[in-house]
């Protein structure tokens, strides 16, 4: 099993484009998320989705959408990016209640 | 408000040595506690979790406790290997709530030989 998978590793945008981070999972679970990490700050909650076809908001989603495709696959997306917007982001799975795995992250930088 | 957090934000040890990472929590109602081991580059990898009724959980040469009167947990190494180096983030799950996780800011720790 490959568990989260994510791509790409490392993407430069410059201020205005627009990109998708991909993510897919193949342990069958029912919850993603998608969060951003920035130095000294926790990880923070851009947008999860506790199940296939529902998607919430969670504490930072202003500049970004979210696609629930299918169970497997949860993708993020920048349709303006903005040099706020550099970052490193991880995507995660869990069953409906339990441990969240992590995906190895995508490192985005934004001119 | 509920928070996390953890200290120190940094810390450097020798190899062989001990060390203890702290985490205090604000979260309620509690629901369960979690250290995550993020090693550069990588994802977090849970450690172990700690409920309610739990004290002590070891894994390895990991030990977490978990205090819940004083909402406080510690995660101890023992014996430090280089490979121990990595941040190290306490998650506290509140019981309700859609967006029930919380996360400290975690602790860096540097095992130099």
């Known amino acids: 099993n490959a568990g989260v998978t994510q791509t790409p590793k490392f993407q430069v945008l410059k201020t205005g484009q627009s990109m998708t981070l991909q993510c897919a999972q193949d342990?069958?679970?029912?919850?993603m998320y998608w969060y951003r990490q920035d130095p000294g700050m926790g990880l923070r909650l851009i947008y999860y989705?506790?199940?296939?076809?529902?998607?919430d908001k969670g504490e930072v989603p202003n500049g970004y959408n979210v696609s629930r495709l299918n169970k497997r696959e949860f993708s993020l997306r920048l349709e303006s990016a903005a040099p706020s917007q550099t970052s490193v982001y991880f995507c995660?799975?869990?069953?409906?209640?339990?441990?969240?795995?992590f995906g190895p992250g995508t490192r985005l930088t934004v001119l | 408000k509920n928070q996390v957090e953890q200290s120190p934000q940094s810390l450097i040890i020798l190899e062989g040595k001990n060390c203890t990472l702290q985490?205090?929590?604000?979260?309620?109602?509690?629901?369960?506690l979690r250290w995550y081991k993020q090693d550069t580059g990588r994802g977090p990898v849970s450690l172990t979790i700690?409920?309610?009724?739990?004290n002590t959980k070891s894994n390895g040469r990991y030990t977490a406790t978990l205090d819940a009167d004083t909402k406080q947990s510690s995660l101890h190494i023992t014996a430090s290997q280089l490979s121990d180096s990595a941040s190290y983030i306490c998650?506290?799950?509140?019981?309700?709530?859609?967006?029930?996780?919380?996360f400290g800011t975690g602790t860096r720790l540097t095992v130099i030989p």
């Open positions: 995660a799975s869990s069953p409906t209640v339990g441990e969240q795995f």
């Open positions: 342990m069958n679970h029912n919850s």
């Open positions: 989705s506790a199940s296939e076809g529902t998607t």
């Open positions: 985490c205090n929590y604000t979260v309620s109602p509690f629901s369960n």
């Open positions: 700690m409920t309610f009724s739990e």
């Open positions: 998650v506290v799950s509140a019981q309700t709530g859609a967006n029930n996780l919380f």
